[in-house]
């Protein structure tokens, strides 16, 4: 009796001490498990939150900038956009030899010899950049055009008609299946847009927008539509047949761009710039215009991995809906109306129609 008694208080306390003694380390690789996964998931919230701000405020900020830019009444003469656009392509070229500097660990040789490599040494991978860097030369002069006859929210409305084009021409060169809800919103879309460019009586009154200027407007952000959507798909498809990083890919687009915008100064602006100069009428406005033009693109490329369909789709509305409000505001070039505000409202949901992409039920999850 008396062994037992001094024995069990022995096995009483021992045994629990080794079962935590096992235990513990398990125990507190899930909590410190815990906080990491929490750290994860804010973060990657964050993430989406910041990179759905940067969406909005770039697009929203080029076109009220661009557009105040092209309206806005100086003493002598106005920036010539043709020569705005070759500047941002040689800034876009400047901000990729930077990244790429960065990715090759900050050592100058490296990185002259990624550039000998990656484009002296391959002149026909080089080379196939040429068209849609024409394109998109073109795309960014029809831009200023358009927006130095339209306002800037309907501007903003019609502009979306680029996913129709871009749908169409993923599914011509890239063999792409729309689903129903795909073709569906496509359809929804261009109702939207139609009611948005249906005339107002405001419009019809008004002298100081003519039907010849908003015709004009028009007919660029339509033609910028469908050189966005095939440019776009174009530039796609080169991406998918090559290992080259997008930098690399847009210093090349960069230089093909600077080329042919040079020679659309020349042909189209070349005696108002050997009178006046190459940058005449530039002020502060107007290099805020050309720096989001030139960083737009690479801020998004950047973001845009954080950013999924529907995020996206909020980015456009939020972009819409302030272009709207700031040009009523702000800008006070438009006055919205109820069909506006109807066509603006199918636009936004085609918008989320488009990148919605169902789920089929009962299929599990892959972890």
């Given at each position: 009796m008396s062994s037992h008694s001094v024995l069990s208080p022995v096995v009483g306390t021992?045994?629990?001490?080794?079962?935590?003694?096992?235990?513990k380390p398990q125990e507190l690789k899930e909590m410190e498990r815990l906080p990491l996964a929490n750290e994860d998931k804010t973060m990657s919230a964050n993430l989406k939150y910041l990179s759905l701000g940067i969406l909005v405020f770039q697009t929203t900020s080029l076109v009220l900038t661009m557009r105040y830019s092209r309206t806005l009444k100086e003493e002598g003469p106005r920036y010539l956009s043709s020569t705005a656009?070759?500047?941002?392509?040689?800034?876009?070229i400047m901000a990729c030899i930077l990244l790429v500097y960065k990715d090759s660990k900050c050592s100058l040789r490296a990185l002259n010899?990624?550039?000998?490599?990656?484009?002296?040494?391959?002149?026909?991978?080089?080379?196939?950049?040429?068209?849609?860097?024409?394109i998109y030369t073109l795309q960014n002069n029809l831009l200023?055009?358009?927006?130095?006859?339209?306002?800037?929210?309907?501007?903003?409305?019609?502009?979306?008609?680029?996913?129709?084009?871009?749908?169409l021409f993923s599914v011509s060169m890239l063999s792409k299946k729309l689903g129903v809800y795909q073709w569906l919103s496509l359809v929804i879309l261009m109702t939207g847009v139609a009611f948005v460019q249906w005339p107002s009586d405001s419009q019809l009154d008004s002298k100081e927008l003519s039907a010849g200027s908003?015709?004009?407007?028009?007919?660029?952000?339509?033609?910028?539509c469908f050189s966005s959507g095939f440019a776009g798909v174009y530039f796609e498809k080169i991406l998918k047949e090559t290992k080259?990083?997008?930098?690399?890919?847009?210093?090349?687009?960069?230089?093909?761009?600077?080329i042919f915008g040079l020679m659309g100064?020349?042909?189209?602006?070349?005696?108002?710039?050997?009178?006046?100069?190459?940058?005449?009428?530039?002020?502060?406005?107007?290099?805020?215009?050309?720096?989001?033009?030139?960083?737009?693109?690479?801020?998004?490329?950047?973001?845009?991995?954080?950013?999924?369909?529907?995020?996206?789709?909020?980015?456009?509305?939020?972009s819409i809906i302030l272009s709207t409000l700031i040009s009523y505001f702000w800008l006070q070039d438009f006055v919205p109306t109820s069909v506006f505000f109807l066509g603006a409202i199918l636009v936004i949901t085609a918008t989320f129609l488009y990148g919605y992409d169902p789920k089929p039920a009962g299929n599990p999850t892959k972890a």
């Open positions: 021992d045994a629990p001490d080794q079962h935590l003694e096992l235990k656009v070759v500047v941002a392509e040689l800034l876009k010899r990624v550039l000998h490599d990656e484009i002296l040494n391959k002149p026909m991978e080089t080379l196939k950049l040429a068209i849609p860097s024409g200023y055009v358009a927006l130095s006859n339209l306002d800037a929210a309907t501007y903003q409305v019609t502009y979306q008609l680029k996913i129709l084009t871009t749908a908003q015709f004009v407007g028009l007919m660029a952000v339509l033609t910028a080259q990083s997008v930098w690399i890919r847009n210093i090349q687009l960069g230089f093909f761009g600077s100064v020349y042909i189209y602006d070349g005696e108002l710039v050997s009178k006046n100069g190459f940058f005449q009428g530039y002020n502060r406005l107007t290099w805020i215009v050309v720096v989001l033009q030139a960083l737009g693109g690479l801020v998004i490329a950047a973001v845009i991995k954080y950013a999924d369909n529907i995020l996206k789709g909020f980015a456009t509305s939020l």
